[in-house]
């Protein structure tokens, strides 16, 4: 997977969840349901991502 900052900022390794769920390390209100940045996602459940 892509990565340039590794704290969520430049949003390189954003991408879809196509299945499950994440909690995010850093609070970020602007990505709509669905999405993930994997340098800053905690798996909840088993993931399937549209990368």
Known sequence: MPS??????CESC???IRQGQVRHL????D???GQ?????ALPLT???LDA
């Open 46 to 48: 088993d993931l399937v």
């Open 14 to 16: 954003l991408v879809p």
């Open 26 to 29: 850093v609070d970020r209100p």
């Open 31 to 33: 990505l709509e349901d």
């Open 4 to 9: 340039g900052c590794r704290v969520g900022q």
């Open 36 to 40: 993930c940045l994997t340098c800053q």
